[in-house]
C-alpha cells in the first residue's frame, strides 16, 4: 500500500474551515484514499472516502488533485469537538485484495476558540 | 455509519493468566475483521485480519500463539491474550469491515484497554 505524509500537527479557529493535507505520491490507480479521525482514548471514526472523484458528506468534503498524488480533508465549519488526531490512509479497495488500513502518524488537530 | 463494538471496555489481569476480548459489527454482517494495538502516544499498529471460518493472518512480528484470534461468526470475532505480561499492556481495538451496498469501509470498535500487573 502507498505511504502517506501528513503534517504532525495543525491548529484551527474555531468556526473556520479546517484543511488538512496529505500526500500520497505513489498511489496505485486502484487505491481508496481514507480518512479517519481519532478522538483521545476512542477507537478511530471514520469520515470519508474516496477514489478520484471529490467527495461530500455530512462531515467533510474531499479534494483529491487530478494526479491523485495529494489530497485535502475539509472540515467546513471546525468545533471544539473535531480537536482529535486525523489520519489519511490509502488502501486497496474491495474484494480480497487485502483491504487492510496502516496507520501512519497523522495530523494532531487542535481546534481553538 | 456502522456500529462495532467491543466488550470489554478495560480489564484488569494478573501476569500469567488470559484475557479474551470480543468485537462484533452490530448491524452488518462482516466476513473480515482487523485486530490492532496501540500504546501511548503512538499510532495503531496492526496485529492480525481475521476472516470468518479461517485462519487468521498475522502482521510481521506478531506471535500467533500468543494472541489468539476467533472468527466463528459473520458478527463476532474474539482476541485471546494467553499469559499475558505488564509488556501486553495496551489499547486494543478491533474493526470489521462492511462490504455491502456500494462503499467498503471499516468502521471500529470502542477499544478495550488491557492493563497486565
Known amino acids: 500500500d502507498a505511504k502517506t505524509t501528513q503534517p504532525p500537527s495543525m491548529d484551527c479557529a474555531e468556526g473556520r474551515a479546517a484543511n488538512l493535507p496529505c500526500n500520497h505520491s505513489?498511489?496505485?490507480?486502484?487505491?481508496?484514499v481514507y480518512w479517519y479521525r481519532q478522538i483521545h482514548s476512542q477507537g478511530p471514526q471514520y469520515i470519508i472516502h474516496?477514489?478520484?472523484n471529490n467527495e461530500t458528506n455530512e462531515m467533510a468534503s474531499l479534494i483529491i488533485t487530478e494526479d491523485r498524488k495529494s489530497s485535502t480533508l475539509i472540515l467546513p465549519h471546525a468545533t471544539l469537538r473535531d480537536t482529535a488526531v486525523y489520519y489519511c490512509?490509502?488502501?486497496?479497495?474491495?474484494?480480497?485484495?487485502?483491504?487492510?488500513?496502516?496507520f501512519g502518524q497523522g495530523t494532531e488537530l487542535s481546534v481553538k476558540p | 455509519g456502522a456500529v462495532v463494538s467491543q466488550h470489554p471496555s478495560w480489564v484488569i489481569c494478573k501476569s500469567g493468566t488470559s484475557v479474551k476480548i470480543e468485537c462484533r459489527s452490530l448491524?452488518?454482517?462482516?466476513?473480515?475483521m482487523f485486530w490492532y494495538r496501540q500504546f501511548p502516544k503512538q499510532s495503531l499498529m496492526l496485529m492480525a485480519t481475521?476472516?470468518?471460518?479461517?485462519?487468521?493472518?498475522?502482521e510481521q512480528g506478531v506471535e500467533k500463539d500468543k494472541f489468539l484470534i476467533n472468527h466463528a461468526s459473520l458478527t463476532l470475532s474474539t482476541l485471546t491474550v494467553t499469559s499475558a505480561h505488564p509488556e501486553d499492556s495496551s489499547f486494543y481495538i478491533c474493526?470489521?469491515?462492511?462490504?455491502?451496498?456500494?462503499?467498503?469501509?471499516?468502521?471500529f470498535g470502542p477499544g478495550t484497554r488491557l492493563t497486565v500487573l
Open positions: 474493526s470489521a469491515r462492511d462490504s455491502s451496498g456500494s462503499g467498503d469501509t471499516q468502521y
Open positions: 505513489t498511489i496505485s490507480g486502484n487505491e481508496y
Open positions: 474516496g477514489l478520484k
Open positions: 490512509i490509502v488502501r486497496v479497495g474491495g474484494g480480497n485484495q487485502g483491504g487492510k488500513l496502516i
Open positions: 448491524d452488518f454482517q462482516a466476513t473480515t
Open positions: 481475521s476472516n470468518e471460518g479461517s485462519k487468521a493472518t498475522y
